[in-house]
């Protein structure tokens, strides 16, 4: 006899708890003995929600151990069950973990998994649903499109990702709440190592308006590292998702001809070089 749907809910809540546990203790046991029990994924398929959210726990599982090729089996795993399911949280679950594993790689291998991160953003951009996505979730595809055409040298892709874009500040309530809004955040530096290798000044100050959570800097600092870079630890102070991203650039030991300068200035600010910094930006 099919289990009814209390006795389904019962069963991912139960799930649930085991995953968050393990995420809790930071145990990759807990965590396996979690992925190994694959019996409730037939028991939930007929339910979508509980079955989506599911699969997510498990794609998160994976990736924590650091196994990417099965964490994108999850997400296959359930597109191919729910075909025309709406997936935009999948596409910033994806292109998160394909720039994870290219921040910790180098040579051909970093550049496959940026070619998979912007791979399914143009896969993405085809879908109906692409046009129905909210003005955060634009400019996040957006900057993780950006960053894969400025990797691959496409300069003047580059700077017409951005050409319709309105630039506004997050909303108040959204900027103060840590975690709100977490593929911008978590997507921002890309879409400004852009602006900064392009030696865009507008479009740099126009990211950092989006972004921005102290306007007496945004609007009376003239010098435009400073402005970057207090802006950006600003951010860093409220925002997790910002802060892992903006860490992950860090993490990044070997970068290819195109992104060469991103090396130069977090080496820079490392080493705290302000005079070079203040040159480099104000050559914009």
């Not at 809790?24 to 509980?50: A, G, M």
């Not at 594993?101 to 085809?126: L, N, P, R």
């Not at 955040?185 to 392009?198: D, E, T």
């Not at 070997?254 to 705290?272: E, F, M, R, V």
Request: glycine fraction near 2%; include cysteine; charged fraction near 25%.
């Amino acid at each position: 006899m099919n289990p009814s749907k209390n006795e389904k809910v019962v069963v991912f809540d139960q799930l649930m708890k085991l995953y968050h546990d393990a995420i809790q203790k930071r145990s990759s046991r807990d965590l396996q003995n979690f992925l190994v029990n694959t019996q409730p994924l037939e028991i939930l398929v007929d339910e979508q929600d509980l079955y989506e959210r599911l699969r997510m726990a498990r794609f998160d599982a994976y990736k924590l151990i650091g196994e990417f090729q099965n964490a994108q089996r999850e997400y296959k795993a359930f597109i191919s069950t729910y075909v025309d399911a709406p997936i935009i949280e999948w596409v910033f679950k994806l292109t998160d973990l394909y720039f994870t594993a290219f921040s910790y790689s180098s040579g051909t291998d970093a550049d496959k998994w940026i070619e998979a991160m912007g791979q399914v953003v143009i896969t993405y951009k085809k879908r109906s649903e692409a046009s129905k996505i909210d003005r955060y979730q634009r400019l996040a595809l957006a900057n993780i499109y950006a960053f894969y055409l400025l990797y691959n040298g496409k300069i003047s892709s580059v700077k017409e990702v951005y050409d319709t874009f309105k630039f506004q500040p997050v909303e108040l309530a959204l900027c103060n709440e840590p975690q709100a809004l977490p593929y911008l955040y978590g997507n921002m530096m890309k879409g400004l190592w852009c602006a900064i290798l392009l030696k865009d000044r507008t479009l740099l100050t126009n990211l950092l308006t989006v972004v921005s959570i102290d306007d007496e800097t945004l609007y009376r600092e003239k010098d435009l590292f400073t402005l970057f870079y207090k802006t950006v630890m600003d951010v860093v102070d409220m925002k997790p998702d910002f802060k892992n991203e903006f860490n992950l650039f860090f993490i990044k030991t070997k970068w290819n001809d195109n992104t060469t300068d991103i090396a130069y200035i977090l080496n820079s600010i490392k080493g705290q070089l302000t005079p070079a910094l203040k040159a480099y930006f104000g050559a914009f």
